[in-house]
């Protein structure tokens, strides 16, 4: 909303004050044709006829023996007219033309001016002279009242001759501005002014103690500086309604009139101060700040020149000064035009007070009205302009606040989800520490398990870390001890194995020649074939284990060529088929009909072949059977080798083609097999690109499944 209801709260004490002034100056100018009924004559109603002494040596007698066609009938236009250093002579008469007395009382409104004399003829003698004016004692007036007075009883009947002298020593104007009233209606005058006086003064003094609260408990500088205004206000009001002179300085005119032009210029400062404090010229329109500054400068330079005795040339500076209100508003807009709820208070309190005093001076000039009532709504609007002032000011702190409460919402806002990004990155860092820490643990576990692994203790195990990574690196270095224990077993093993291989037919070689040489054995053709399948098993199985050898070194070689596996197959049938007859064994093989054209080595293949159909029936109990099925595919061709029992335990099935590796012992030792043909298969299958396994077979024996693409070029 643009208006908060606080600021409509101040709007309407404010318009009470206003309707409490307006109530107070009902009593002024009734109109009425006779004084004793109307209470208040001014204006022609008066009869004013004015004179300019130039020379400024006119007495009163000189005066009285002047013709009336002399003097200029004082008429509504005159009564503004701006009458400057010199004398003006002002006369009329009051007639009672009742029955009884009657005390009347004539003033002049207008305080501005140095001095003012009445002399009042009755009969053609003098009966009162008094007088008034800035620059006369309050003790030497009639009446010891701020306005120049006079005070006179007509009797019934009677015929008064009243006589005004208006004089300025200096360049200041002076106005034509008289009222004639009756004693009543003078006092009741004096008391609706006191009274107005005090709403007038009531409520900026309320303004003032507002803004010394306000400064007290929200520590603004322009709460202090407008306090400051505000006083400087009240003292420039004092100056010119006269009240310095009838109640502060008492009979001291020129410090009164001194003061009234200090008071001016401290208004001037404090108004500047005010507009600097409150729209912040410095942070936005540092040119403006600029400007301001200097005319404080200038209102302190005026103070220091009215000091020092000059007083015209430093009032028309003040005059001039004073209308820097006019600019504060254009300051406000260039400003702060994109934060207009922020200055919406200090606008309308400079407009108000802008338009009266521009209505005030047109008025004045062009509409012929008096200073006495143009003062009294400056004052107004002046009232309008401090309270609208201290609805700002207040406005003002209450944005400041609503924003520092947003700020310090935001900012707690931000600070907590700070402080839980901070929490929340303290916890990732200790949990990395923590890990950091645990993986330095491990590796260092890690560095002292191998160690002792590459020392040859490959019975020692890495326990598991407590993160995925660190668990599989701990199971992979297990493993590979495992692996190094297991192949030092199976090296331990296979030396084993190849020197009691190697030792059985040297043994036996060594027994035949040891009985040709002793004559036990006769040497014969027999003896000879003897030695000679002796030597012949020592050379396949030295062969065996080259070729074995060389496979842990390079691929296997092969030929490759295109052939077709029926004819193969077809050729060896035959062979397998007694081979098997001879052990007491059926041998079958399955394949579909067709050719089936492979590109493979064909001399490796028949020796895989052969070394497959051999083991098989080697180790298959009589009566049994050993089946070879061929399943071809689009792009590869499988090959399944089954026999009946004995069977083989799973466990053992994974190491069948590691070299000289034997499940059955004592049924190898019955084959008579070297237990390397199953790794020379192996490294056949892998040299064509192919994968072999052995498991358990359904008809209870064992079954291989060899794996092998149609050609080696598709791969």
């Known amino acids: 909303m643009l208006f908060s ?44 006829r004015y004179l300019r002494d130039t020379r400024q040596t006119l007495t009163i007698g000189e005066l009285r023996k002047l013709s009336e066609g002399q003097f200029s009938v004082v008429r509504q236009r005159d009564v503004n007219q701006r009458f400057q250093r010199g004398d003006y002579w002002l006369k009329t008469s009051v007639h009672n033309a009742s029955k009884a007395s009657m005390t009347w009382v004539l003033r002049h409104p207008m305080p501005i001016t140095d001095y003012v004399d ?48 208006l004089r300025n020593k200096q360049a200041a104007p002076m106005h034509l501005v008289f009222a004639l009233s009756d004693e009543v209606t003078f006092l009741r005058k004096i008391s609706n002014d006191q009274l107005l006086m005090g709403v007038l ?76 404090e409150f729209l912040q010229t410095k942070r936005f329109m540092p040119r403006f700040d600029k400007y301001f500054g200097g005319v404080i400068i200038l209102a302190i330079a005026g103070i220091v020149l009215r000091a020092l005795g000059l007083q015209v040339a430093v009032i028309q500076v003040t005059i001039v000064l004073l209308l820097t209100h006019a600019i504060a508003p254009v300051v406000a807009i260039l400003v702060l035009r994109g934060r207009a709820v922020f200055t919406r208070w200090y606008l309308v309190a400079q407009l108000v007070y802008n338009a009266a005093l521009l209505i005030g001076i047109a008025g004045v000039r062009f509409a012929e009205l008096s200073y006495e009532n143009y003062f009294f709504y400056c004052q107004l609007a002046f009232i309008a302009e401090v309270v609208l002032l201290g609805v700002a000011q207040q406005d003002r702190v209450r944005i400041l606040q609503r924003e520092k409460s947003a700020f310090e919402q935001k900012y707690n806002t931000a ?60 199971s992979n270095v297990n493993v590979m001890a495992a692996s190094l224990s297991r192949l030092e077993g ?91 007859q001879e052990k007491g064994l059926r041998f079958s093989v399955h394949m579909p009909p067709g050719a089936l054209l492979v590109k493979w080595d064909k001399g490796r293949f028949e020796q895989l072949l052969d070394n497959l159909v051999q083991n098989s029936i080697s180790y298959t109990d009589a009566p049994g059977a050993v089946t070879l099925s061929i399943k071809p595919g689009p792009q590869r061709v499988t090959i399944t080798l089954e026999d009946t029992s004995p069977g083989i335990d799973p466990a053992d099935a994974k190491h069948l083609f590691e070299p000289l590796y034997r499940a059955d012992i004592a049924r190898s030792r019955r084959a008579g097999g070297s237990g390397l043909g199953l790794s020379i298969c192996q490294a056949i299958i892998h040299a064509h690109l192919g994968n072999i396994t052995a498991e358990p077979s359904p008809m209870g024996g064992l079954a291989i499944r060899i794996d092998l693409p149609h050609s080696t070029d598709k791969i």
């Open 118 to 165: 009445y002399w009042i003829f009755t009969n053609g003698a003098l009966v009162t002279h008094a007088a008034g004016g800035d620059r006369t004692l309050m003790s030497d007036r009639q009446i010891p009242y701020r306005i120049a007075s006079v005070r006179h009883t007509s009797e019934a009947g009677q015929v008064s001759e009243v006589y005004i002298r």
């Open 415 to 474: 600070l907590q989800v700070n402080n839980a990004e901070l929490a929340k990155q303290l916890e990732q860092r200790t949990c990395q520490l923590r890990e950091a820490q645990q993986r330095s643990e491990f590796m260092a576990a890690v560095k002292t398990t191998t160690g002792r692994i590459a020392n040859g203790e490959f019975g020692v195990r890495l326990a598991p870390g407590e993160s995925p990574e660190l668990a599989d690196l701990a």
């Open 5 to 48: 209801l606080h600021a409509i709260r101040h709007l309407v004490l404010f318009a009470t004050c206003v309707l409490m002034c307006f109530s107070a100056e009902a009593t002024d100018s009734v109109a009425s044709v006779s004084l004793k009924q109307s209470g208040d004559l001014s204006g022609e109603t008066l009869g004013l």
């Open 201 to 276: 003064y009531g409520i900026p003094c309320a303004l003032v103690v507002y803004a010394l609260c306000g400064w007290f408990i929200n520590g603004t500088p322009s709460s202090l500086v407008y306090a400051g205004y505000v006083l400087a206000i009240m003292g420039s009001w004092l100056g010119i309604n006269g009240q310095l002179a009838e109640y502060v300085f008492v009979d001291k005119p020129d410090i009164a009139n001194f003061m009234l032009v200090v008071f001016f210029l401290l208004a001037t400062i404090a108004n500047c101060m005010f507009v600097r």
């Open 490 to 580: 199976a090296r331990k093993r296979w030396i084993a194995d190849i020197s009691h291989e190697l030792r059985i037919p040297l043994f036996s070689l060594l027994c035949e020649t040891e009985a040709l040489l002793d004559g036990v054995r006769t040497i014969n053709k027999r003896a000879i074939a003897s030695i000679h399948e002796e030597v012949m098993r020592l050379s396949r199985l030295v062969s065996d284990l080259h070729e074995v050898a060389l496979t842990y070194l390079r691929p296997l070689p092969c030929t490759f060529t295109s052939w077709q596996l029926e004819a193969l197959l077809m050729k060896k049938k035959s062979e397998y088929v007694r081979y098997a």
